[in-house]
């Protein structure tokens, strides 16, 4: 089983005050609208953004350090936010932490005061790095220059014995596929990486039909399954731009040709997620926001059927609030995360005793229990990991 990430912590990050996160593989974060679930699936967003970008580019693209730093808590706090991440097995180590904290300024400003990596190698070496007011690492003759606005690993992680850890961190990816943007003509790019929101559709399947026929063939196999007689998908191209054709058949010799703007919003959506998955390289880690949504629940088996197969190549984090999600047999309690919002924060944390003996005698499932009003949280678990933040540091003493 892929899991990138075995745990992860977060202090004072939007509306987080602080979680301890654990996570199996998928991994289904559900809350009701305005509970925090998007804010929970930009801290991947971060993460990936900070180890390409400039860190004060990724703060602007959210409205700066204010919006991003948590303040609905304790005014009182200090004005530090931080994450940190727990690694599973990653290509070339068997296991890792990277964890940073920044703190806030007047007018925008901010300065990173701590960072910190370790990668753990299969023969037990361990590399680790420690930067505050100075860079101390076990690894001789590694110097960058510290930068106050500016994290090190992006630098550092072009030494190979760190080089695990900005992989894995700058391979995520987090999806909200907007089916408007299928529909619109594209400026073709590599299709390397599909964007967002799956504006770049039509470069991803171009660019699959060069590099992996094999998976774009089984993209059309589910697709058909979703939209049946929908026998294929492809790159058309309008002058320098792209779009997406698509071919229906049924009977004999009976064939229409369709280009996105005519297809429905769930068949561009579940096309993006079907990009998500297959896209190629495969993401480090896979974040699918609401794939329930313009979807019809009649198609939703098979969505969850792309979501476990997700599953077997890397780690999937799904964000719902949808009890037709939850209703797959395979769909475990540790496979569930609740989000919750309570006195203007965002909380997660497992299920209660209740709803995991229920799904675990298989009295009713999950999708069941939601629709019953009957999936809550651990409330004592809800109150560990308020504090457990406080009692596991992001940062470890070398």
């Known amino acids: 089983m892929n899991k990138t990430i075995k745990k992860l912590l977060i202090k004072r990050f939007r509306s987080f005050p602080n979680a301890v996160v654990e996570f199996d593989n998928p991994t289904f974060f559900v809350g009701k609208n305005g509970a925090g679930k998007s804010n929970f699936a930009d801290v991947f967003g971060f993460l990936s953004e900070s180890m390409s970008l400039p860190l004060q580019a990724v703060f602007d693209k959210r409205g700066g350090i204010s919006v991003v730093r948590n303040r609905s808590s304790v005014r009182s706090a200090p004005p530090i936010l931080g994450i940190g ?31 910190q990596c370790e ?135 009976k064939r229409l040709d369709f280009e996105a703007f005519n297809m429905s919003d769930g068949t561009l959506r579940v096309l993006g997620m079907l990009m998500a998955v297959f896209q190629f390289p495969t993401p ?6 609401e794939p329930e949504a313009t979807v019809h629940p009649g198609a939703l088996g098979a969505v969850l059927d792309l979501i476990r197969h997700a599953g077997r190549i890397t780690q999937v984090v799904v964000t719902t609030h949808s009890p037709d999600i939850l209703d797959a047999k395979w769909i475990e309690d540790k496979n569930l995360r609740i989000v919750t919002w309570q006195e203007g924060a965002s909380f997660i944390s497992t299920i209660d005793e209740t709803s995991r003996k229920a799904l675990r005698d298989h009295l009713a499932r999950a999708g069941e229990l939601m629709r019953a009003n009957a999936l809550h949280p651990d409330t ?19």
Not at 92 to 115: C, D, I, L, M, Q
Not at 130 to 136: E, I, Q
Not at 216 to 239: A, C, D, Q
Not at 380 to 398: P, V
């Open 380 to 398: 004592d678990a809800l109150f560990k990991e308020s504090s457990k933040i406080k009692e596991e540091r992001l940062f470890e003493e070398f």
């Open 119 to 253: 990668v753990r190698c299969d023969d037990g070496t361990r590399y680790w790095y420690d930067r505050s007011k100075r860079f101390n690492s076990n690894v001789s003759g590694l110097r960058p220059a510290l930068e106050p606005r500016a994290l090190c690993l992006p630098v550092v992680g072009g030494d190979e014995r760190f080089a695990p850890v900005l992989r894995s961190l700058s391979s995520m990816r987090v999806y909200l596929i907007e089916p408007e943007k299928l529909r619109e003509m594209q400026d073709p790019d590599s299709g390397k990486v599909l964007r967002r929101d799956g504006s770049n559709a039509a470069s991803v399947v171009k660019e699959l039909e060069r590099s992996n026929p094999d998976g774009l063939r089984r993209v059309r196999e589910i697709l058909e399954s979703i939209v049946p007689n929908t026998k294929s998908v492809r790159p058309k191209k309008h002058g320098n731009k792209l779009t997406l054709e698509f071919t229906q058949e049924w009977g004999l010799h």
């Open 85 to 115: 991440v727990v690694f599973g097995k990653m290509n070339g180590a068997s296991g890792g932490r990277f964890a940073f904290e920044v703190k806030a300024f007047p007018n925008y400003e901010y300065e990173v005061t701590r960072e």
């Open 284 to 289: 480090s880690l896979l974040v699918i926001e």
